[in-house]
């Protein structure tokens, strides 16, 4: 028997940072499960929470506003960062990390170590057209 190996990130000390990536593909069965929790019709769950993808048959959820990233999956709870949708989330995010660590939360805890800030919400990105352009 193999000994499972350590997990090196709490998401509940997290931003949500995965949940801003901007494509977070979904499924049919995504979206039925989504559908039936919303006791709505699986056009209409098509409709609402998914936009076209790279591909003519992918879907990807649709984003909201995002005071720390820009913008996040429209299922996230901007102010408590948690998933309002969490029972019944899509597949890419039950399997999300894929590994026994998050690079993004390394990085975070490093920051928050150093900046001394234990809430501290860093991106590690620029979001594009946010920083005003340097003076020549």
């Not at 995965?18 to 039936?36: E, F, M, Q, S």
């Not at 948690?82 to 019944?88: D, G, K, P």
Request: charged share 25%; with cysteine; net charge positive.
């Amino acid at each position: 028997m193999s000994t499972p190996l350590p997990i090196f990130y709490d998401c509940l000390n997290c931003p949500s940072y995965c949940c801003t990536y901007p494509r977070i593909p979904v499924t049919k069965r995504d979206i039925a499960r989504l559908a039936k929790h919303f006791d709505i019709t699986e056009t209409a769950a098509r409709r609402n929470f998914t936009k076209a993808g790279w591909t003519k048959r992918e879907r990807v959820l649709r984003h909201q506003k995002d005071e720390i990233f820009g913008s996040a999956c429209r299922f996230l709870n901007t102010k408590t960062r948690l998933c309002t949708v969490h029972t019944v989330r899509p597949s890419i995010c039950r399997q999300h990390p894929t590994s026994h660590s998050c690079g993004y939360y390394t990085f975070l805890m490093a920051e928050r170590k150093d900046q001394g800030d234990p809430k501290l919400a860093v991106r590690a990105y620029n979001v594009p057209g946010e920083w005003p352009q340097l003076e020549e």
